[in-house]
C-alpha cells in the first residue's frame, strides 16, 4: 500500500467519525517537528552554499549525521541545536504553539 492510499483510508475513517488513537496524533507531531526542523537547516544551508560535509565539519557531526537531521530521521538535542546555530552562523527560533510549530534560522549579518 503506498502514502496515497494511508492517507486517503485515514481520511476515510475520520468521514466516518473514526478517531485515531491520542499516541498517533502526538507522533504526527512530533514527525511534522522534526521535518521542519530538518528543512530549515537544509534552507540555511544551501542559502550559505556549504555541503552537508562542511556543516557536519563546523557542528561537529558527521556527513550522515547531518542527511539523516534534514530528512526529518532525528530529534537533536538543546545542545546539538546550538552547534548548528553557530555553524550556520545563524540565530535558531522555534515556536510552539499547540499542533503548530515554525523553525527559522536567521542568518547573522556579515
Not at 502514502?3 to 478517531?19: F, I, P, V, Y
Not at 552554499?49 to 557536519?56: F, K, N, P, R
Not at 561537529?60 to 538543546?78: I, N, R
Amino acid at each position: 500500500m503506498n502514502h496515497t492510499r494511508w492517507r486517503l483510508a485515514r481520511e476515510r475513517a475520520n468521514a466516518k467519525g473514526q478517531q485515531e488513537p491520542s499516541e498517533v496524533g502526538a507522533m504526527r507531531a512530533e514527525i511534522r517537528m522534526a521535518f521542519d526542523l530538518g528543512q530549515a537547516v537544509y534552507d540555511r544551508r544551501t542559502e550559505l552554499g556549504i555541503s552537508q560535509s562542511e556543516l557536519a565539519k563546523r557542528a561537529s557531526m558527521t556527513q550522515p549525521q547531518v542527511s539523516k537531521l534534514e530528512l526529518g530521521g532525528t530529534v537533536p538535542t538543546l545542545p546539538l541545536l546550538a552547534r548548528l546555530a553557530k555553524a550556520l552562523d545563524a540565530s535558531l527560533n522555534i515556536a510552539l504553539d499547540g499542533d503548530d510549530s515554525t523553525v527559522v534560522f536567521t542568518g547573522h549579518a556579515a
